[in-house]
């Protein structure tokens, strides 16, 4: 067994994430929120002027609900440090990935239903009750349906057999980390609860006929393979924090050397301080130049005719040169392992940015979404205009 990722967090209690953020509504989202008096006129990112939200912290499965139905745009968070954050950066993180997985899932298990063998065998032998298509079954009857007892504990045994099943599938698996197994063990109940009660319902007609075996041995390996995208949710943040580290360092590198608060050689001695922290995350406020995360979400602006693409951008303060960003990006492609963190920092003046990209899960990533076919992209660039420097990642699930 591999060992087990560091950026694992212990199962949340709280349904609050204390994250100060601007959440962004897209135009689904004013429909729905509009009338709340907690709306009001916010910046995005790119300093447009947006509807949205603006809160020291926010319920998880309520932006997780309003993600999901397509509601939020952008969460976007500008501060002075962000490492102290890190558990709930992990969990927005995961929340909105899990929120895409969740809404993708039905689809998904839907295609894979009507073009399995024992659906389309199932047709054949009955031809007056064939079934093609979610659209063919009738919400209302299996609305009706649910509120029937038999019927609903029936379907919650289904479920409960299913859910052991997957669970043994996992726990056998000789390739998934003990971080992996943990992630989708924690999160099957959730999926299957999610999938599309039509689903069940097309389950349910067929687990009741002599392809009993079969269906559930279709369902099983639909689940199982379809959790496989939670390792996209865990390696991600784990690139991400990384991402937050290095930037959050070079942010307050710059500060020290270009307030003559410490020389470059003695850099890393003097951040290491908690006092020396606090006096340059002052500064950084006092002179509003601060560390910038953000997820974008909306499907209408950067994701044309995709409701999956994630776009995931962490900005400070300070210029790369162009030698720079080139070297940095021959590295992005490389076999990261066993590569000091150091040798991705780059010398030069205190306006150039240290660019410390810790890439260990990078490599992991582009693995994994070749293996499943998601197009996947990290990418380092500068923004003269504002003096900053910007690692984007752009991911559609």
């Not at 558990?87 to 993180?93: G, H, R, V, Y």
């Not at 839907?110 to 065998?121: G, I, N």
């Not at 850099?267 to 997820?295: A, G, P, Q, T, Y």
Request: charged share 25%; aromatic share 8%.
């Amino acid at each position: 067994m591999m060992q087990t990722a560091p950026n694992l967090l212990p199962p949340r209690k709280d349904p609050f994430i204390s994250l100060p953020s601007t959440i962004i509504l897209t135009g689904a989202g004013m429909k729905f929120l509009g009338s709340n008096p907690s709306v009001q006129k916010v910046s995005n990112r790119e300093g447009a002027h947006k509807e949205g939200l603006l809160s020291p912290s926010f319920n998880a499965q309520t932006v997780q609900k309003l993600i999901m139905k397509s509601m939020i745009e952008e969460i976007y968070v500008t501060q002075p440090e962000l490492l102290s954050m890190r558990s709930a950066i992990i969990s927005t993180n995961n929340l909105i990935v899990y929120a895409i997985l969740y809404r993708k899932l039905s689809p998904a298990l839907a295609k894979a239903l009507f073009e399995s063998r024992v659906v389309k065998d199932f047709n054949r032998k009955n031809p007056k009750h064939s079934i093609v298509d979610l659209k063919h079954v009738s919400q209302q009857k299996v609305e009706a349906l649910q509120k029937q007892q038999v019927y609903a504990a029936r379907l919650a045994d289904i479920k409960r057999d299913i859910r052991e099943l997957v669970t043994e599938r996992i726990l056998s698996s000789l390739n998934l980390t003990d971080e992996d197994i943990e992630a989708r063990v924690k999160s099957l109940p959730k999926f299957i609860e999610w999938v599309d009660p039509r689903i069940w319902f097309v389950f349910y007609i067929i687990y009741n006929t002599d392809f009993k075996v079969q269906i559930t041995n279709v369902f099983v390996n639909m689940l199982a393979a379809y959790l496989d995208h939670t390792r996209i949710a865990t390696h991600l943040s784990n690139l991400l924090m990384e991402f937050v580290q290095n930037s959050e360092k070079a942010h307050l590198e710059r500060i020290a050397v270009k307030n003559s608060l410490s020389t470059r050689d003695n850099i890393d001695k003097f951040i290491r301080s908690r006092e020396n922290r606090e006096v340059l995350k002052k500064i950084s406020v006092h002179n509003n130049e601060l560390i910038d995360l953000s997820w974008n979400m909306n499907p209408d602006r950067i994701a044309t005719h995709s409701l999956s693409r994630i776009q995931i951008q962490v900005s400070n303060y300070g210029l790369i040169d162009e030698s720079t960003a080139q070297r940095l990006a021959r590295k992005m492609k490389s076999d990261v392992e066993g590569i000091n963190l150091a040798s991705f920092y780059s010398e030069g003046s205190a306006d150039q940015l240290g660019a410390g990209l810790g890439l260990l899960y990078n490599s992991y990533l582009e693995e994994i979404c070749r293996k499943e076919g998601i197009p996947y992209r990290v990418s380092i660039f500068p923004e003269p205009k504002k003096e900053r420097t910007t690692v984007k990642i752009d991911m559609t699930l």
